[in-house]
């Protein structure tokens, strides 16, 4: 009788409503997509950064356009 009783209740424990299943799967969702929605934000600030300092970066350009300076003839070499 009590083997019965105990094979009757333990498929029981071991079911898993629909409800339940729904519920954790909207909170994953949930959850991915606000991970998501926050890796969205943070490229979009870093390509506006990344343009903003793609602006700054003229001065350097021009500086390698320059011609080139002779700078040995101050220095005193074996001469």
Same mark, same amino acid.
């Given at each position: 009788? =009590? *083997?019965?009783? @105990?094979? *009757?209740? =333990?498929?029981?424990?071991?079911?898993?409503?629909?409800?339940? %299943?729904?519920?954790? =799967? +909207? +909170? %994953?969702?949930? +959850?991915?997509?606000? *991970?998501?929605?926050?890796?969205? #934000? @943070?490229?979009?600030? *870093? @390509? @506006? !950064?990344? !343009? #903003?300092?793609?602006?700054?970066?003229?001065?350097? !350009?021009?500086?390698? !356009? &320059?011609?080139? &300076? /002779?700078?040995? /003839?101050?220095?005193?070499?074996? &001469?």
């Amino acid at each position: 009788m =009590l *083997l019965n009783y @105990k094979s *009757l209740t =333990l498929p029981c424990i071991l079911l898993i409503n629909q409800i339940d %299943v729904v519920t954790v =799967l +909207i +909170i %994953v969702v949930v +959850i991915f997509s606000f *991970l998501l929605i926050l890796g969205v #934000r @943070k490229s979009y600030l *870093l @390509k @506006k !950064e990344n !343009e #903003r300092l793609n602006s700054m970066n003229t001065t350097i !350009e021009d500086e390698n !356009e &320059k011609p080139y &300076k /002779d700078f040995t /003839d101050g220095h005193m070499y074996g &001469k």
